[in-house]
């Protein structure tokens, strides 16, 4: 598993880029809005999912960590491929894929070239418990982060297949053992503590 690549910008097309890496030029596909943070002749670190087929291996580049969670993380809903994947993070950014799924905005998700009426209910289905990471809907339906060390427990509690529901309890359960500078792997613990015993 490639999980980063640094290096020099070789070259960039209308959906890739190419990024020299100790003289091996490594192509990332890429959404337009990474490939415009991206100038040929600079240097780059990209996050990276790969894609492992029968007939071929593909590296996608992002702009960043929460991009990349996101489109490996909508994968998991029926249908969903690295493509359309990729599409949905071209046309909305990861927190508006997170208030879809969440406030059940199928119109949002129809946006997206691929995917239809009957898509969009299916991701929100089966995404819906596992999305809502590090977000929050305020008053004004605005999304907003907590303190960084909740979300990251969460992702954590999340990516082990706890509901997000579930993780939520658990985070308010161990948030007074947070203090001023909060240790994410022994709250991590704590909130695995709390839900075993639950």
Known sequence: MIAFVRGE???LTLNSAVVDVGGVGLE???TPNTLATLRAGQSATLPTSMVVREDSLTLFGFADDDEKQVFEL?????GVGPKLAQAMLAVLTPDAVRRAVAGDDVRTLTMVPGIGQKGAQRIILELKDRIGVA??????GLPTLS??????VQQGLVGLGWSAKDADKAIEAVADQAGASPDVGALLRAALRTLSRA
């Open 9 to 11: 910008v070789a070259a």
């Open 28 to 30: 990332l596909m890429c």
């Open 74 to 78: 909508v994968q998991t809903a029926s």
């Open 135 to 140: 977000v929050a809907v305020s008053g004004g």
């Open 147 to 152: 303190e960084p060390w909740r979300g990251q």
